[in-house]
């Protein structure tokens, strides 16, 4: 095991150990308006007939069950990843559960901002009504440090700076839809998350769990702060955050056995992805919510709302990490005002 592992894999003992507690955990009670009714599932889902969602990383784990559970509700959904191919297998898969399945596939790749802007610029073309976007892809500590096309460090990229911009293009589309939402997904991992303002890309020193924590404690800023600008500037969107708990995807496919092992543990992705069908289409989901598994450390369970991390409050901080995205992606929002 090489050092800078060592803290990776107590983080996943941890969370493993809490899945493990999982049967002897209470599911929390019901509390403030938008929390979900107990047992929330997809027939609870109104019908998504004649609504348009993007879904990110729709080709695998929780995109891939938003997009079967949004689509056999009657949605149209474009599922956006790097690979045509696995996208049309995806496809294929679902339309073999959900015949009629209305879905097709974009590329993009979230590594690279003009990839991002040129699914902005072709999505009216693919899908008549954007009523949802779901920032769902990820990537999960790769051992070494990558970049992205545009020099960026690769989980704050992909999970963060990639979905900012993304949306920042396609907030006209989306205002033009009726009752538009974002959800935007981070991770129990945010607890541990930091931002680094002095070093966001993890130049300086490298460590793969901090900058995962980091990036989707990013996720969650961005996703509060754009609630409170839609407010502010009267975007009429409707920002939520939710997180899977610990789901079995291919998230942790490229760790190593032992961690990959721990995924027995697990709950299966179509349980992980119930919060974030929840923030997509109930109508009593909070803009500005965050929704996750109820049970112990959140980790497994139906869905409930979330515990927020005190440093995914911190406004200060957001409108700080929002300057800098817009600064670093060259992707504008309107201003607040107006
Ligand atoms: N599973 C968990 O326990 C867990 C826990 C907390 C949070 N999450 C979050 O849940 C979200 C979904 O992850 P998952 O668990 O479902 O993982 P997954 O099964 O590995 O799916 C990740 C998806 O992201 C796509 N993707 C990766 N890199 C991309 C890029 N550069 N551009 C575009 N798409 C890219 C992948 O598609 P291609 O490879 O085909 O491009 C794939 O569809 C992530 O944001 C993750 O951080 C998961």
Redesign the pocket.
């Known amino acids: 095991m090489r050092a800078h592992d060592a803290p990776i894999v107590r983080r996943s003992c941890l969370a493993g150990l809490g899945a493990m507690t999982v049967a002897a955990c209470t599911a929390r009670a019901p509390g403030a308006a938008g929390d979900p009714r107990p047992g929330w599932g997809p027939p609870d889902m109104p019908p998504q007939a004649g609504r348009g969602f993007l879904v ?9 069950e938003s997009s079967k559970a949004l689509a056999a509700a009657g949605a149209e959904v474009v599922i ?4 045509r191919e ?2 049309e297998e995806a496809i294929a898969a679902i339309r073999q559960e959900v015949p009629g399945a209305r879905l097709r596939f974009e590329k ?4 690279d901002l003009a990839s991002v802007r040129a699914l902005a610029a072709r999505l009216p073309e693919a899908l008549p009504r954007l009523d949802g976007l779901l920032n ?5 500590e790769p051992p070494e440090r990558g970049t992205s096309a545009d020099g960026y460090e690769t989980q704050f990229a ?2 963060y700076l ?1 979905h900012f911009a993304l949306t920042a293009e396609l907030l006209p589309m989306l205002r033009r839809a009726e009752a538009p939402r974002v959800v935007t ?5 945010a607890r541990y998350g930091a931002i680094n303002f002095e070093d966001l890309q993890f130049a300086q020193r490298y460590d793969a769990s901090a900058a995962y924590g980091q990036s ?1 404690l990013a996720c969650l800023l961005f996703a509060l702060e754009l609630q409170r600008r839609s407010e502010a500037g009267g975007w009429g969107i409707r920002s939520i955050a939710s ?5 079995r ?3 942790q ?1 490229g760790h190593g056995p032992f961690r990959r092992a721990l995924r027995v543990l ?1 709950q299966p ?1 179509a349980q ?1 992805a119930l919060p974030t069908l929840y923030a997509a289409t109930a109508p009593e989901a909070r803009g500005g919510g965050y929704y996750g598994p109820n049970g112990f450390l959140e980790a497994r369970g139906a869905v409930g709302a979330a515990e927020v991390p005190a440093a995914a409050a911190d406004g200060g901080a957001a409108a700080r990490l929002w300057t800098i995205s817009e600064a670093l992606s060259g992707a504008r929002f309107p201003s607040a005002i107006g």
């Open positions: 990110t990383g729709g080709t695998s784990g929780i995109g891939y956006a990843a790097r690979s696995r996208g993009l790749d979230l590594a769902n892809a990820g990537v999960m992909v999970n990639g997904l981070s991770s129990i991992a989707k997180h899977p708990g610990l789901s995807t291919n998230l496919a697990f992705a992980g």
